[in-house]
C-alpha cells in the first residue's frame, strides 16, 4: 500500500524531508527568497529534465532513503507544490526549495486518530493534509495525477482502481477529516469502502438536486426501498409505480406502446433495458430521475408537438410530404377551401416518446437507463461507478427528446476525453453474475434508482 507522510516525520518541527541535503529553510527565510512557477530536475545519468510545476502533486523521496536505492512507486510520499523558491548565491548557482502539502495514507491518519477506521480508505486514496514541509528539488521523483472525488458529486471524475486520489481533508491540529467520513451518504452513516467487492455493499446513487446521496445495497433492501406499489399508469406521467407480482405479463411490445394504455401492467421486474420497451419498464423511471430537478422529468412532454401550417389543414396528417401538384389544386379551390376550414382545431396525432426514444442511439439511451452504481463489485466502475455518465446521458437525452441536435459524437459528451472510460464503464455489470439490481428507490425521494 502506498504511504504518504508517516505522522511521525509531521510532528517533528523542523523536518529535513530530503534525503542528502543537511540544512533546511525557515519561514522566515523562505519568504524572502524569489518566487518561481516551476524547477527542473536533471537526471544525472540520462541529462533528461523532468518538471515541476505549482500545484503539482508529485512523488517524493520518503525522508532519510536513498535516492539510488531504487523505490517502488507507491513507496514514494505524495505532497503538493504549493510555493517554489530559489535562494541565488553570488557566484550564480542557486538554491530552490517547494513549499509541499503532504496527502497521508489511511495508516497515516489513524495513528493519529485512533478512531478512524483505515480500511475504508481506498487502496490508492490519499488525505490531503494541512501539512507543510520544504523539500529540496532533489527528493522528487515524478508528477503523479491526483483525482478529486466528491461523493455527493452528480459528475464524478472517473477514477481507475490504480488510480490515486483524494475525497477528504485532514485538520492535523484538531485531528478531523473533512468531510467527515459517511456524514453525506446512507442512512447508516458508514462511508463508502471501494475496497469492499461484496455486491451487497455496492452504493446506489440518488442523483436529484436535494438528494445526491448514496444508498448500500444493503441498507436499502433492509429498508424496503423497492418498487412494490399497484398504482395504475398514467399515460401523461412518468410518474408511475407498477404491479410486481404478476410475472406472467409478457413486456410490453413497441406496438402497445404507440397505444399507451392505462389498462396494462408491465412486469416491474422486467430488466429489459430495450429502447423499444421504455414506457413501461424500470429503464423508463429511472431514465425520468434527473439530476438537475426534484421532480420526475414528464419526457413525454419534453417533445415539441409538431404544429402543421394552415395550408395543409384540409389534408390527412400523413400529407406532410404532399406533392407539390395537391397544393396547386388546395389554392385553386380558394374560398371553398375556407369554407371547409373546421370550426375547431384539428388534432393532429403526438410524436409518441416510444417513436422519439427508439431514434436515439441505441447505447446512448442504454446508458441514460442505467442505475447510478458504485463499488468493488460493479469493477467497471471504477472508484467513481458509472455516475457521471448517466447523468449527463440523461442530460443528452432529455435535450434530443426537445428537439436538439444529435452530437457528431454522443460519446464525446458522456465520457469525458481523456479519463480512458467507454461504454463498459458505464453499464452496470456485476461480476459474471447475470442477476438483475433490485428496482430500489431513492428513500427519501422514492424515485427510482
Ligand atoms: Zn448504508
Ligand atoms: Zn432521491
Known amino acids: 500500500m502506498t504511504r504518504g507522510r508517516p505522522p511521525q516525520a509531521a510532528n517533528a518541527k523542523k523536518t529535513k524531508a530530503k534525503s542528502k541535503r543537511t540544512e533546511t529553510v525557515s519561514d522566515e527565510k523562505f519568504a524572502t527568497l524569489k518566487p518561481f512557477g516551476s524547477f527542473v530536475v536533471s537526471d544525472p545519468e540520462t541529462k533528461e529534465g523532468y518538471k515541476f510545476m505549482k500545484e503539482d502533486n508529485a512523488a517524493i523521496l520518503p525522508h532519510g532513503r536513498d535516492p539510488e536505492a531504487g523505490l517502488d512507486e507507491e513507496q514514494y510520499w505524495i505532497g503538493k507544490i504549493k510555493d517554489i523558491r530559489a535562494e ?16 497521508y495514507s489511511g495508516t497515516d491518519v489513524a495513528s493519529v486518530v485512533k478512531s478512524f477506521d483505515e480500511s475504508a480508505i481506498g487502496k490508492y486514496e490519499k488525505v490531503f493534509s494541512d501539512h507543510f514541509d520544504y523539500v529540496g528539488p532533489e527528493a522528487f521523483n515524478a508528477v503523479v495525477p491526483m483525482a478529486k472525488f466528491n461523493e455527493n458529486d452528480p459528475e464524478p471524475p472517473f477514477i481507475a482502481w490504480d488510480r490515486f486520489f483524494r475525497r477528504y481533508n485532514f485538520e492535523y491540529k484538531t485531528r478531523t477529516l473533512k468531510p467527515k467520513p459517511g456524514s453525506s451518504s446512507c442512512t447508516c452513516k458508514l462511508p463508502y469502502n471501494p475496497n469492499d467487492t461484496d455486491p451487497s455493499s455496492l452504493m446506489h446513487f440518488c442523483p436529484r438536486p436535494s438528494c445526491r446521496k448514496a444508498y448500500h445495497h444493503n441498507c436499502l433492501l433492509a429498508a424496503k426501498s423497492k418498487e412494490s406499489s399497484t398504482t395504475l399508469i398514467s399515460p401523461s406521467s412518468p410518474q408511475i409505480t407498477v404491479s410486481n407480482s404478476p410475472r406472467k405479463h409478457k413486456r410490453a411490445t413497441r406496438s402497445s406502446l404507440n397505444s399507451i394504455s392505462v389498462k396494462s401492467i408491465p412486469d416491474a421486474s422486467e430488466q429489459n433495458l430495450a429502447p423499444d420497451n421504455p414506457t413501461f419498464s424500470r429503464s423508463f423511471r429511472l431514465l425520468a430521475c434527473s439530476p438537475d430537478t426534484d421532480d420526475n422529468v414528464d419526457l413525454q412532454s419534453l417533445i415539441p408537438l409538431t404544429v402543421q401550417s394552415p395550408a395543409k389543414l384540409d389534408d390527412e396528417a400523413e400529407e406532410s410530404d404532399a406533392p407539390p401538384p395537391l397544393k396547386k389544386k388546395r389554392k385553386g379551390r380558394g374560398f371553398t377551401a375556407k369554407k371547409r376550414a373546421p370550426a375547431a382545431p ?82 452496470v455489470k456485476i461480476g459474471a453474475s447475470r442477476k438483475v439490481l433490485p428496482p430500489f428507490v431513492c428513500p427519501s425521494c422514492k424515485s427510482a434508482i
Request: without cysteine.
Open 346 to 427: 384539428p388534432r393532429w396525432p403526438t410524436r409518441t416518446l416510444a417513436d422519439t426514444l427508439g431514434e436515439l442511439p441505441f447505447d446512448l439511451l442504454h446508458v441514460a437507463e442505467q442505475p447510478l452504481v458504485r463499488g468493488a463489485a460493479f469493477a467497471n466502475g471504477g472508484v467513481s461507478g458509472n455516475i457521471a455518465f448517466v447523468t449527463r446521458a440523461r442530460r443528452l437525452v432529455y435535450k434530443l427528446l426537445q428537439g436538439e441536435p444529435l452530437p457528431a459524437r454522443w460519446e464525446d459528451v458522456v465520457f469525458v476525453e481523456g479519463q480512458g472510460a467507454d461504454l463498459k464503464n458505464a453499464i
Open 88 to 103: 541565488i548565491h553570488d557566484d550564480g548557482s542557486n538554491t530552490v526549495w517547494a513549499r509541499v502539502q503532504w496527502f
